[in-house]
């Protein structure tokens, strides 16, 4: 915890990118659940790291080659302890969010899934979680099985889950903030209750890993994954977690060099997790910048960040809910900092484009949730979402726009 509140203008300026025009007016950055801005601690590092020490890890016997493989696995423990793994043997490096599910499900779904297991997902999945599992219902003969949404306030049905724990299901994956709605899924009690039943569990951090404090042993999940670009890291580099047991008894999900103990004309003999996952030369810069984010974040704390981000979008929420013509989408309470919203007879594509003309970037679109966006009866929502350097001042002059795109669509 810190004791005073953080500064949040001075950490503004942190973020070079943020001091700039856009077609003549300053920049509003509302598009951070699509990736977020890095601060110059993080962009030094990865400077420093090629300018100084870049070389290929555990190859070497050579001094940079010592100092890229010091970098490399002394990100992989500072990841434990940013998500309070037991390990540093439990973290293994992967492109992002999508990489880590597809490994699971490639992986651990392929040895443990046969004809008839289900797999348990929710409505408010993000293709990242939803494609993956539909190859592997595919490959199996699994089914797909999923946790009702109940409506435009975007919470999960719970009341249902447990009826949909059946002795068929397998695997219960689920994301912990929607980056349609911005709902923050009890993620704890629903592993509680999957794991009451032998269901093995997944939670998609990609929205929660930067924003909130995340604890995995207190959540209670089996795997957890998430996106370093999201939380202020390089975009090409991720994190998935897994328990010790399931990691070590998972197969390989690529083979080549790096993940092999010994290799013969006919057979080879794996490392133990996580490095026979990181098959090949691995993003090594990735990993040197995302120790550098964690440690960025940390010292603000992430309760704060949270807590600042939520004032945001709350604030947001009621200073839009206050005009005509338009429709939210998201719970009022257990909202993450983001607001979706639909303006009345406008594509949520035009609001995007007119407001990229006042300088304000936002998201338009199904946000890779089109199967949410068919149950909400809509094809596409506008979203605004926030991180620490945004400001009210900046919420004020976004609704400002939002009012005047309206009355452009009235004349
Ligand atoms: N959501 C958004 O604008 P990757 O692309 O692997 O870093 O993350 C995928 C992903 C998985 N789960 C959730 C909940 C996500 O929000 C995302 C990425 C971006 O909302 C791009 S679609």
Redesign the pocket.
């Known amino acids: 915890m810190t004791a005073t509140p953080p500064d949040w203008s001075a950490l503004r300026a942190d973020f070079p990118i943020l001091d700039q025009k856009v077609h003549g007016q300053p920049l509003i950055y509302f598009?951070n659940?699509?990736?977020s801005q890095k601060p110059r601690a993080v962009i030094d590092a990865l400077v420093r790291y090629y300018e100084r020490d870049n070389a290929n890890v555990h190859r070497g016997i050579h001094e940079l080659s010592n100092r890229a493989t010091a970098a490399y696995e002394g990100a992989r423990a500072r990841t434990a302890r940013f998500i309070n793994a037991r390990s540093a043997d439990e973290i293994v490096f992967t492109?992002?969010?999508?990489?880590?599910?597809n490994l699971v499900a490639n992986s651990w779904g392929a040895k443990n899934l046969k004809a008839g297991d289900v797999i348990l997902l929710t409505e408010m999945?993000?293709?990242?979680?939803l494609v993956p599992w539909q190859l592997l219902a595919q490959r199996t003969g699994a089914k797909l099985a999923y946790v009702p949404v109940t409506g435009d306030e975007g919470l999960l049905d719970l009341s249902r889950l447990d009826s949909l724990l059946t002795e068929q299901v397998k695997l219960f994956a689920m994301?912990?903030?929607?980056?349609?709605m911005g709902t923050v899924n009890p993620v704890a009690e629903m592993c509680a209750r999957a794991r009451k039943r032998g269901v093995a569990t997944l939670v998609?951090?990609?929205?929660s890993a930067g924003h909130l404090p995340v604890d995995v042993q207190a959540i209670g999940c089996d795997f957890f994954?998430?996106?370093?670009?999201?939380i202020c890291g390089p975009?090409g580099i991720?994190v998935l977690w897994g328990r010790q047991e399931l990691l070590d008894a998972m197969p390989p999900y690529q083979g080549g060099g790096e993940m092999i103990l010994t290799v013969e004309y006919q057979q080879t003999e794996f490392k133990k997790a996580p490095h026979r996952f990181e098959a090949g030369t691995p993003d090594i810069s990735g990993p040197v910048g995302l120790h550098a984010a964690m440690d960025y974040l940390d010292a603000i704390g992430r309760e704060n960040i949270f807590r600042h981000d939520q004032e945001l979008a709350h604030y947001t929420y009621e200073r839009l809910v206050a005009l005509n013509g338009i429709r939210l989408f998201g719970p009022k309470q257990h909202r993450a900092g983001l607001v979706s919203f639909l303006l009345q007879d406008v594509h949520a594509h035009d609001v995007v484009t007119l407001a990229d003309q006042a300088g304000v970037a936002l998201?338009g679109g199904h946000?890779?949730?089109q199967p949410l966006m068919h149950r909400l009866g809509v094809e596409s929502t506008a979203?605004a979402?926030f991180y620490f350097y945004n400001t009210r001042d900046e919420v004020d002059r976004f609704v400002e726009v939002v009012k005047e795109i309206q009355k452009f669509f009235q004349t």
């Open positions: 598009d659940a699509a990736t492109r992002g969010t999508t990489e880590g599910i999945e993000h293709h990242s979680n994301v912990h903030i929607s980056n349609s998609d951090g990609a929205q994954v998430f996106s370093s670009h999201k975009t991720g998201r946000h890779c949730t979203r979402s």
